[in-house]
């Protein structure tokens, strides 16, 4: 029995090549061999035709009869391409900025305007939904940082956002305003923390970056401090503030997309020194 030592793909060479193969020994003796002595043939490659030993193919009915075409060979010699996915960090910067303008604008007061549950959906959806989406996307392209600051701002717009509801009672349930004001002055202490410590993750990132989480955390320590002693000046103050960080994140946003191909206005994203 003859076991040929050649793939498909030798056999769609057009060169002409020639393979020794070997068989196995044959079973029993026989007159003038000796028993296992291995049966040398050869085989012949001619564009169209294809020699096997004694028999001659045509390489097209060869091939068929191995389950194999040309475009398919040609399919299987070429690597697959990796599969790329879109770059979530605009969308996650787009949420948080949009939802941080028309926060910040409330806070500040601007135009009288001081009670924002209008925007309640804003926060709940685009704020917060969005951009935990745009975090776990995040999340499968392997940016570890920038899947923690979305998914957990996400949560941040979720948590505002619920709590502007009053759902079970989360605000009318307090009979003490002073308690209430602390409670609150807790939830943004703990978020004036977390940006410090993101803010720090970005000294060697870009400029737009570093500044959006400077002007974030500050944005948060005067509404904890303003929110702690009941000051309404230190709230407008945070809420200017927050206006200078969504404008940095918008910044970072039209860096993060556009490109001459798509604008005649490119804007290119500085990074910091000693950035990698």
């Known amino acids: 029995m003859t076991s040929l030592a050649s793939s498909p793909q030798d056999l769609e060479k057009g060169v002409n090549t020639i393979e020794n193969i070997e068989t196995l020994p044959q079973q029993g003796s026989i007159a003038g061999v000796s028993q296992g002595l291995p049966n040398i043939q050869e085989i012949y490659t001619d564009r169209d035709f294809i020699t096997l030993g004694s028999s001659t193919f045509r390489r097209r009915d060869l091939l068929n009869a191995l389950d194999r075409d040309d475009e398919s060979e040609e399919r299987y010699a ?4 990796p599969h790329q996915f879109a770059n979530p960090v605009p969308l996650g910067l787009a949420s948080f900025s949009l939802s941080a ?3 910040s ?3 500040a007061n601007v135009r009288g305007v001081t009670d924002g549950k209008w925007a309640l959906s804003l926060f709940l959806f685009f704020g917060g939904a969005i951009e935990l989406f745009a975090g776990l996307l995040c999340f499968v392209i392997g940016d570890t940082y920038a899947m923690t600051v979305f998914s957990s701002f996400g949560g941040f717009w979720i948590c505002y956002g619920y709590g502007l509801t009053d759902t079970d009672n989360l605000v009318s349930g307090y009979t003490d305003p002073t308690m209430l004001n602390n409670v609150i002055g807790f939830f943004l202490a703990g978020w004036t923390v977390f940006t410090f410590l993101m803010l720090m993750c970005t000294l060697k990132s870009t400029w737009g970056l570093f500044l959006l989480l400077t002007f974030l955390d ?3 320590l005067l509404l904890c401090i ?3 002693i009941d000051n309404n ?3 407008m103050a945070g809420g200017y503030f927050g206006i200078l960080s969504s404008c940095c994140g918008w910044y970072s946003l039209y ?3 556009v490109s001459p191909s798509n604008s005649y206005l490119a804007f290119k ?3 910091m020194p000693n950035a990698p």
């Open 78 to 81: 070429r690597p697959a391409p």
């Open 101 to 103: 303008l028309v926060l």
């Open 105 to 107: 604008l409330i806070n």
């Open 218 to 220: 500050i944005t948060f």
């Open 226 to 228: 303003g929110t702690f």
């Open 233 to 235: 000046n230190l709230k």
């Open 255 to 257: 860096c993060s997309v």
């Open 269 to 271: 994203a500085h990074t």
